[in-house]
Every structure is written in structure tokens, then in C-alpha cells.
């Protein structure tokens, strides 16, 4: 189950210390003029190492494109590209050949598979996120064409939230600091937070909310294919990612009904809107024209620069510490993974509702 | 998009007001003992007019079993099941024919498909959910042969929530009373909440949780099949879902990682287990063979016996009330449908890790 | 895998001798009108006991429709129907519960499952087959919509063969003979070979054809989607299929290339045509609006009124003799299953080229 | 629609000019010894240039993997791999880009995608089948464990034709001439026709067979995941196929069930076999444990080294000749493709019935 998708797939593949990662969409519209500048910008966005916040592993990460791209214009073909691993000191992870890292996946792969790829956590490693984010562009370019787009930020990180709801803020302005959220303020002392867990060998998680605008009414699929059902599976899917909800979420779930509903008002110019928007832009599943919005929770990273208890693979109690490279808070660059991945989803169900017209 | 699921797989139909609701079961194991009595029982908890609580429409909710089923076994055949609609007043829905309810389907489903059922809300309505109590039902009794149980319980309403975790409680208690809570007390303040709120034509949410227990270590499928990615999406296809979280979810994501780590140990008898289990029984997306656990927000449900403002399907300002029967708050009547939507998800992942031994 | 087709999408349920059979169709637009009568007389001509060339068990066979249709039209919510089954005598099996009829799924069944349901095949019976026969009624009512028309025909029967293709003949006139050949002297030769066989205890076997009229260029899908594979899947899908071709098949396969391309050619009002059809409208696996045509190979009918050597489930030698309602040739009520599944498999395509439009 | 199969899928990309093309193959199970030899054999049993008989194209063709494979073993990641276009000469097809050449994809491709890759037939060219031979090559190193083995054949090229049945032949010995015809006699007179035809500027077709050895009893879903129809599926799907038939095919269908039976008998050993094995090995769409066998027709190449009258793209009337490396016969490097295909969908159906048990 590498691949995700209705009518528009993207099949991923690559380990973190394999030859290379990589990607193949199908289903793509043909005749969508590609943007190789946008694809390689996502990218960087996604890149370990872009600050003191992040892991310093400095992958170029670069895709090649090798198929589905004609003349600057996608053919109808499937797309596959491929990201090589170049950064890749396998050495490095020797130790951990024997030994479960507690909260990551080593132990469950080996409970499944019966074997593992033990280098940098092989196909769990959060590297293949790199793929989802390059699909993602291409789905960013087809959205664009349909006036749809995506904006991801981060909105909280351990106690420190964003005051006001994503209306209160210009979201373009999460890019131009280090943790991506839109309050320069909230985005200082996110910061600071990250940096003491860092200095303390610990790690911290928190939240990255997300807005889709332009999105006509319509998307979504009674019964199983609700669209948020579909975002939830497609957020969960993201390494570290602990919950989801959307609109008014779990906080408004615990309200009342006269507090909730969102009342049908006519606009000056004739269109049929909601009042409030607790429903999130979606009600039974399907859109409604209004703004997509959801929070993502994702936990503190597993890796520790801190001894902790563990067993070897042949359950002998041991100490795991780790060294090296490692983010000490993986929000700001789940920021882009989070719009990838809602750039798909959104993408799959407006071509999936053009068949039905 | 109505059949859930990869290998075990649930299709579902009928509306509220339509001649029956009903599903097919396609991959379930042949040979697996068909216990009706389980059946009707679940179909039981699910059933309006339980109690002063849920909607006083009662509908005897009796399956047929039209296949797949031969001498009281299952035959590996698709296992078809319908579910009359008796009590149906279609009339009584006449005045909805032009009425965009607040925070309902009616506007979206209008603008997907250029029409609507307007009858009870026809295929959006909740009474859908009893198709999956009954399959989830057939699930449970294969996960029963594999030793995997299932249990959910109403953890919060509105304000009221259950003061420890699920371990602190015995489950099966849960069914004694009305809101399907395991603590007595909370139980009984839940119970006041949700008639206050009913006494003023309002509606209240909460939360429901649920804890899968006995699975064994390796079920779920890297990347975009993780198990709690598709528990999220199941959860979150259930009618009036806002979130999703699993494990310490939201609240541990904004903790440190030195807190949220699971420590792997020992047991006396040489299985490697987990200290604590704030990952919820699932690491890098596969269960690790500790107790599954998580919530699911339910909001309060969006009709009220109230007047509130909203458009015709022209566009023109209306008021609506609502009259007749209809839940204050749907938590206890989730409950089977989340416990059903983890039986179906399990088994279709147990069944998958089988496909691979 | 008892759901058929990609994004729309047929799930059939039900045994020979269980309760009723029935399918659900997901994916149907909306606002198609349902045309009863359409589909009564598609399920007569499947029916059993048209003729004393087919089998005397007299079903009424008539679908009752449970969802997904509202004031005649569908609604886009899954259409699911069920057939009751009425003449049953399961006691007329009993003699089969322990054995393996030769050429039959008894044995394989019980080889996959460990048990069987004996009642006259059960799910293996080709009775299966009027639920592919309900659903195609309700693709045609789409296709008639698009212009697009579907004719099946039979056109060998044992040696006997229609000497010319079928641009030879008036497809309509088929319905008017047993044997349902569009050409009345090859009907009555096949008619008397049927009711040789017939009266020997024996059956034969041979080959029906079929054509899509109307249908425009752009349908099918590369790689694997081809639409000739997806119309070989679907033809092979049907009970006693053993063969599939389509254009020129085997017989033009084994000749020359210059002798099989088709030219293009540019008609008098500017459309770009061929001038031969070797193709049979599929080119890459992709419709080019010329006739899609194809034949399929159905064997003779297992059940013989003679005695045949077996074994019983226990592996004892011992001799079948079959009794009672059987039809010594399948083609004429095969016809109405091949056009279905042509419908099903054609409308799915068309929807799906539409979402990329 | 570029991905194969249900548990185990192949999801394929490339273009015949492009950069490269390669697959994904997920749901293999781990631990398989990854057989490079094999690998590298398949694909040069499939690569052009390999004799006089097939086009001088000559690539290199080697894979390189790029996933999944660790320490010489599959570890249950998908495995991507990708094969690098060298002999590329894009300028001559310069020539073809506003050209419909006759009997090729040009034109059905442009009006699905409203433009194309004009170079060597694009995605449409049978190079993409060097994908499935790669892929197919990983499903027989997990065969090769089950014992499950897979052979294909020329049996007949224009009309000359194996004179008996594949009982009558030692397989393996095909592999020694360049027709791949396991009878020497029958290969030399099919080689002088490829020869005559080639000659002529001319191409010829035929049929290419296969047979399944080893398959265990019980593979193949009923009743639209038939064995035979998954089978015909994909054997359709290949470049230039035009018709399937199994066990006694077309013919046998033709005949009378009292010749077509296939009786049960107990083997000395105690086993149930069929006394014959007209049914291919199928029965009821699912494997019965006997040799499954079938034969798929190829069309003659369309690329012709003559003169043909066709359009351009604005439909004006033109002359096309071709020039250069091009398979006056394709059925010699269809056989590895058959194989591979075979092969996917049997192992496929293998690990789907490991499932249920």
C-alpha cells in the first residue's frame, strides 16, 4: 500500500539510505505546463538543514523527472521521478542494527516483514516524505489551473498556539521564519521553545494547521469517501502525525448544536454562503465552497540525543543514545508535507467529481 | 465510493426513507460461525428509541441475511444483508423538499449531484450507520476466532469528561447505562447535560473512545496504509466526525519526547513489550501487539428543535425548525459504530498480514 | 473480488438457491431516468424457460430496486437491487452435496474455501449472472443518453457459423429466433443442431458476438487498462467463457500486416475515419470511434443428461447423472449477459475519460 | 491506470524516448532471494537486436534498482527499479510528429490527451513491456519458492502452426532458436516466413502460449477475479494482443460437452485429478491444480517498411513509409512478456488466497 489515491495515484518508493526515492503519478490531466521552478522550491522547503531548527543533513534533493513530461507539458503518462540519496554515511547507523529505537517503527517492521532495513529507519524514515512533497507540486500546478490553492503554517508547537484563528493572520508570512508560523510574535517564542528542547537533548511536537481556498462545492464522496475522511487518512499517513479534525474539531464537538450550525445566508451578488464556517468548508462529506481548514498534531520526534532504555532485537535490555543529525522539532518541515499531501487529496476528488458531470 | 476497505470490503446502500438499507461483505474468510444473536444484539445498540436519550423513532432494525451464509457458516460468497425501513412518514419530510437545513447535507449533495432525496436527509442520513453495526458485527465474530476484541465507550459530553484513562475503568460497564460511559458518576452528569440540553431544543457532542485489544504485533502497511491512518479514516466516515486522534494524541503531540517515548522492555516470560503506550498500540504505522486506543469527536448533532435562519434552494431567506424525533446528542449511539468501522478495519489488515506469512 | 469496474462499479451478492440475488451499482450518475421497462425485458431475456432450447426452470426473476433511485431518477447514491429466488427445490441437490460434478466449480470451490454451498452451484452458478444483466440495463439507460449503443448476437453455434460479418446483417432482427442470430437460415441450422444435442443428453457449445455503436474516440486507458483487456476481463467474468477476441482476432492476428492496418482516411465532411475496421475500433488500447467488436467463446454446458464419471468429496470413484432443468446450450441467454457486461464496462470508461476532460 | 494487479501491483512508467523507464512493484513479500541473473536473462530474452529476426534496436537494457532490496533480499518495500533509454535517436521520428501512422496509438492517443509524445510511439510503444518483463522476473524468484513455474512458446506464426499440443514438446528447448517454437522443424519454417515477410517490407503475426506448472488448487476469486479473466486481462493488456483463449480455447467451445468434460479420478496416490484437462486448469475461475495453459494471439506489427496512405494530424491525406530498425515478427520477444504477466498475476492470486486461510 504504497499508493494513495481514487483517480489520481501517487505510488511511492526509496528508503532513506537507499540508491534513491521517488515517485510515480498517475492520473495526472495532460497538457498541464509543469513548473520545474515551483517543484524544486517545494523541495527546498521540505530539505533537512535549512536551519538551526532542523536537522543539519544537507541533501541537495533534487529531482530528476523521467517520464510523463513532454515539451513542458504533462502527456497523460504517468510521472515518475526520482530523488538519489547522496548524504548517506550508512557506517553510521550500524549501531542501530541490532537494537529497537524506542517509539520507532524498528520494532513493528521487524515484527511484520521478519527482516529490516535498519539504516536510518529505511522505509519508515520521515525522508520519504521528500516524495509527497514533489508529487504535491504537480498537483499544486494542476490546482492552480482550477484557482484552488493550499497554505499550510504552523500553529502551535508544545504550549505556545497561535492566538487567533488562520482568518486573523497573512498566511504568506509563515514562510519568512524558521518554524513557518504566520505570527511573527508566536513564531519568536515558538522558536525559542524548540531551541531549549534542543539544547536539552529533547525534542517537541505540536501542530500544523492548513487552509485550502477556491475549492468549488461539490468534492467529497458519500459514504466512505467523505473528503475529510480522505484528508484524515491522507494526514495521518505522515510520519509522527498523532490526530486530525477539522472546522471546529474536537473543541467544538464538545459544544452545543445552537453554537455549531453554520446558517445558510444569500450574498449580495445572489451566491449561496454559510454565515460562520465551524463545518470547516465541508458538510456530509462534500464540500460547500467555503475555506478547508484542519489541524494536524504531530508528536516530538522519537530520537533523543539522551540515553534511554530499550531492548536489542533479541530482547536484551540495553541504552540507545543518539548522535548526529537530528530536528528537534519536525513541525516546520511538515508544513510542506501537509500541503502536498492535502494537494493531492483535493486534487483526486475534483477530478473524480468531473466524471460525474 | 461506498465500499470500505482492501481485502475485506464493505459496500453499503439505501437511504433513510428508501425501501431498505443494507451492505455486501466481500472477502471474509469462509467457515467463520454466524452468531444472529450477535447481530441483532448490535443492531440493538445501535437502534433509535433506546432510551429518553436518542430519538424515539423505533425502528425494529431487523437483517436479512440474503447470501453468503450456508448451514450457519460463511461460505467465502459476498454476504448481502438488508435492513427494511418500516417507519418511514415520508410526509413529514415534505416541508425539507426546498429547505437547506443548517450544517446538514442538504445544500452540498444539491450542488454534487444536482438533486436530492430530501426524505430524512435520504443517503446522508445516519440510519446508514446500521449497516455498518451489521457487518462490523460479521467482523467481530471472525476477530473473536483470532482472539482481538473491541470496545467503545462515550468518554465526554460537552464539558463532562471521564477523569482517568480507559485503563482505570472496566469497560463492559459501559453498557449499563444510558450514555455508554464506564464511570457511574461521569455517567450520570453526562446524563443531565445531554437532558438540559434536550429540554432547550439543543443538541450537545463529545467524544467517543475506543480500545482494540489482542492484536497481535505487524497489522498495518507502510506508507499510506498505516493503521491509524486508516482507523482515521474509517472514524472519520462515520456521520457528524470532527477529529481523530490516537495514542496520547493531540495533547501528547505538544509534549516533549523525553515524555511521549516509549521505553521497549522484557517480560518475565521473554516478550518484548512496551513500558507505557502512549503510541496507542501503533509504531511507524503497524500495531506492536499493545492495546490500539483512540478518540473520535462527534459534534453535536446539527438539528435542533429550534428555529434558525437559513435559505430555500433558491436561495431565499427561510427559517427552519425542526419537530418530531431527533437525538440531543448522538454519542451513545455511536458507540457501536465506532466499535464496528475497528472491526472492519482490523480484520481487512489482519487478513492482508496473513496474505504475506 | 465480487465487484466489477473502476469508477463505476457493480458488487454482486447472492446463490443460486439462497435467498435472493442482487447487485449494487456505485459511481451511476445522477438524474439518469430509470426506465422499468428496460430493465424487465433485459431480465427476460435472461431468464431461464424462454424457449425449449433453454432450461424449463421458470423464475419470474424480477429485480425490486432498494436505492439510490427517487421520482425515476437516480439520485448518485448506490442503486442496489435484489431478485428473490422463488423455485427453488434444494432438495433436488441433496443428491449433490458429496459429489464433484466433472467440469464444474464443485471441486475448486471446496478446494478454496473448505466447504461449499451444493444447491445448484451456489455462487458458481450461472443464474449469477442475471445481476450483471439488471446492472447492465442501467448502464445502457446512461449510454443511450451518450449515444452509445450495445448488440450481442449469436453468431456459431458447434460447426455452424454466420457466414458473413456482422455489417452483413440487421443486428434487431436476432431477438426474433431462439437462438438469437441476426440471420434466419443460420438460426434454424444452429436451432436443429441445439435440439440434436438436446435430445442425445448432450449440450454444445460456441461463440457470441458483439458490437458498440457510437461510442467516441478517447475511451480506454494505457497501460494495463487497455480497453480491449478491460472488455476481455469483463467477457471472461461470465460463467462457461473460454475465449476472447476482438477486430480481426486470432484469425487476422495470424495474417500480414499489410494486409491487416487500417487507413486513415478523411471523410467528405472532414472527420478522420478508417477505411477498414481490422482493429475493431481499439487502437492502443483506446477507442477511435469506429465499431468496437468482439466475440466471445462460451463451452457447452457442463450438466449432461448421461451418465459421467467422478469422485465424491471423499475421493470415491462413482457416476453422475444430472436430471432435470438444464439448458443444452448457453448461448441464446448468454447474449443479454454479454451486452451488459459490454455496458457496465463501456460506461465506466466514458466516466472515467471525463474526468480528465 | 498504469498499475497491475491487487495485492501485488506493478506499477509501470515510462515513454519509449524518454529518460527511462522502470516500475514499482509493491506487496512482494520479504525475504525472497533477489535472483539478479534471472533478472538480467529475462530482460535479454526480451531486448531488441537479439537476432535477424527482430529489430536491431540495440539497448543495453539494464535495471537498476533503486528500492526495496537490502543484503541481497526483498524486505517487503516496494521495489522500484528503472532501465535507462540510450539508442534514443529522438530526430527520426521528427517525421511522425504530425503523421497518424496507421494502426498505431497516434491517433487515439491525441484524441484521449489532446497532444502526444510523437517519439517512437511514446508511452504506446511496445518497449514499455520491458517493465513487465523486469517486474515478472521478481514474481518468478517468489514462484520459483512456491514451485510454481511458467513457460511460454511460439506456437504459430501466420500458418504455420505447432503440429500437437505443448504435452508433446520439451519446452525449455525453444529457448534455443530464434522463435522461441519448442519444435525444430516447425521453427525453421516459421523463421523462412518472418524471413519472407521481412523481405517483403511486410510483418506477420501469430500465437504465443503458455502453461503454468505447479499451481496449487484454489487460486482465483470468484466471480469477476476469475483466474482465467484476471489471466486474459493482462495477457490483453500486451502490445499487439488480439485475442485469449484457455484450456481447449475457441475450439473446444465449439464442440459438445460430452467431448469438453473433464472427468475426476483418484490417483494411485490418493489425489483428485482431472482425466484430461480440457478446462486449462480452471474450473469456476478458480486453478484446479492441473496444468493451466492458454494461447494469446498477436497481431502483425503495423510498422510496415512500404508505403501506406494515412492523414497528418490536420487530417490532410499523406503517404507514410518507415524506415529503419523495426520486428518484422513480434511474437519471438513477446514470449518473455507472456511469462512475465503470467507470472505477476499468479503469484498475485497466490498471496490473495494465503489470506483466507
Redesign the interface.
Known sequence: ????G??L?L?????SH?????G?I??M???ISVDMELLHAELQRRRPGQSRLTTSRTEPDEA?????V?EG?T??????F?VRNHNQRSADYDALRDV?R????D???T???????HRGG???SAR?TLVRVAAGAFAKMALRKYGISIKAFTS????VALPHDYTSYDLSVSELNMVRCPDEATAAKMQSLIEE?KA?G??????VSCVVSGCP??L???????L???L??????INA??????????E???????E???????TAN???R??TN??GG????????EDIYFNV????????L?K????TSN???TEFCAHGRHDPCVLPRAVPVVEAMAALTILDFF???????
Request: aromatic share 10%; proline share 5%; net charge neutral.
Open positions: 500500500m504504497n499508493t494513495f481514487n483517480i495515484r505510488t511511492s518508493f526509496g528508503e537507499g540508491a534513491a526515492l521517488g510515480v498517475d492520473g490531466p495532460a497538457g530528476e523527472i523521467l517520464s510523463g513532454f507539458k502527456t497523460g503518462a504517468p510521472i515518475a526520482i529497537f524506542p517509539s520507532h517503527a520494532y513493528t517492521y515484527m511484520k516483514y521478519g527482516l529490516r532495513d529505511g522505509r519508515s520519504e502551535r508547537v508544545g504550549s528542547a536539552q529533547d525534542t517537541i511536537g505540536g501542530i462545492a461539490g467529497g464522496e458519500p459514504v466512505f469517501g467523505k475529510h475522511a480522505a484524515a487518512s491522507a494526514m495521518m499517513s502525525a498523532k490526530g486530525f479534525e477539522y472546522g471546529s474539531g474536537f467544538g464537538a464538545c459544544g452545543y448544536g445552537s455549531q450550525n453554520d446558517s445558510f445566508v444569500r445572489g451566491e449561496i454559510t454565515a465551524r463545518s465541508i458538510q456530509g462529506g462534500i464540500s460547500n465552497g498534531a504531530f508528536k516530538p520526534a522519537p530520537t533523543l539522551r534511554q532504555n530499550t531492548v530482547g536484551e535490555p477530478l473524480l467529481q468531473e466524471s460525474y458531470k
